[in-house]
């Protein structure tokens, strides 16, 4: 039922003794190093001079041999950064700026460059990121407006599944973004369930949402739904091209067809109740086989290859009835 259509390797998690699969939970544990890559927890023995590809600022300027991030680059509110300014303040560490200042000119990159978000690009302003032009601009523009690459998609009889989003049960997803960002949409499952929206009522920038009550409006013809969001938060960014081309989402549910982003104080917490790689198959696979029995009660068995299983159920078997779709898939009143 379930296939890997793209697998991690050993040189996407970088070189170390054994590494492994982990989740949310896992991140605090001592025996191992915790890594968030691809937006999915590994967990790291490292051998001797090891690399990774999530590196801490802290690592990457020299100060420490080897430290993966593992608060999405949220340095404001990592525990780790706040111990190491502890230690700067009572000098028994240099901090990471000044062991950049003490590189040559041209090894003195952006922050952003030494954490893998950006392409190479010297800092210009001696590592005071709050004077930064380009830092802000970085952080709550060009980060948020960024469309995601799914990883790890599997296939859950014909609906796309990537291991680094999470889902809550009324069909959408957040995938974890830098700095307390979390991005959101419907899932595959969803819009082939619905079929193509010719709209989306999505809610304004600057809007608090609440997780498990209406977050947005999903439109077909006379048919509306409303749509969970599936995490806390104030809207940062709302995907401008979904209001002209809805059609998007359809075609790259968790790629181009992202809704918003959010930010949220506590971004660990905001996974807690949502599903993750390992849930959100098996979750998946018992959505499908209600939808089958549903299609079932109404055309009759289904052929060997899925039957009604298309980009547009409903179109297909418009019997199914909206309410009773979105009211079983949706969580609609």
Not at 153 to 168: E, I, L, M, T
Not at 293 to 299: D, L, P
Request: with cysteine.
């Amino acid at each position: 039922m379930v296939e890997n259509l793209k697998k991690g390797k050993r040189d996407q998690v970088g070189y170390g003794s054994s590494y492994r699969r982990g989740t949310e939970g896992d991140l605090g544990a001592k025996s191992e190093i915790g890594s968030v890559l691809g937006r999915q927890v590994w967990l790291i023995k490292p051998e001797k001079g090891a690399e990774t590809s999530n590196p801490c600022l802290w690592m990457q300027a020299g100060v420490v041999d080897f430290k993966n991030c593992n608060n999405f680059y949220d340095c404001t509110r990592c525990k780790y950064d706040q111990g190491m300014l502890k230690q700067v303040e009572r000098g028994k560490q240099i901090s990471w700026q000044d062991a950049m200042r003490k590189k040559s000119a041209l090894a003195r990159v952006c922050r952003h460059s030494l954490t893998h978000r950006i392409e190479r690009r010297v800092c210009a302003y001696d590592y005071e990121c709050s004077k930064c032009d380009f830092d802000q601009a970085f952080e709550d523009v060009f980060s948020p407006k960024a469309s995601p690459q799914p990883f790890g998609v599997r296939d859950v009889k014909g609906f796309q599944v990537p291991s680094d989003c999470y889902f809550h049960e009324g069909h959408t997803w957040a995938q974890i973004e830098s700095g307390g960002y979390l991005r959101v949409g419907m899932d595959d499952f969803a819009l082939k369930l619905l079929g193509k929206a010719d709209a989306f009522d999505l809610p304004l920038t600057g809007k608090e949402i609440s997780q498990g009550t209406a977050g947005w409006g999903f439109k077909r013809e006379a048919n509306q739904a409303e749509v969970l969001s599936p995490v806390n938060g104030v809207i940062v960014e709302v995907n401008a091209r979904m209001r002209e081309q809805p059609g998007i989402a359809n075609r790259e549910p968790y790629a181009g067809g992202w809704l918003f982003v959010v930010h949220t104080p506590e971004i660990k917490s905001a996974f807690k109740t949502l599903m993750d790689d390992s849930g959100s198959l098996t979750w998946m696979a018992g959505e499908v086989n209600k939808l089958e029995g549903m299609i079932e009660a109404v055309a009759g068995p289904l052929a060997a290859d899925g039957g009604y299983m298309t980009d547009d159920i409903y179109g297909s078997l418009p019997g199914l009835g909206w309410k009773n779709l979105t009211r079983t898939f949706l969580k609609n009143p």
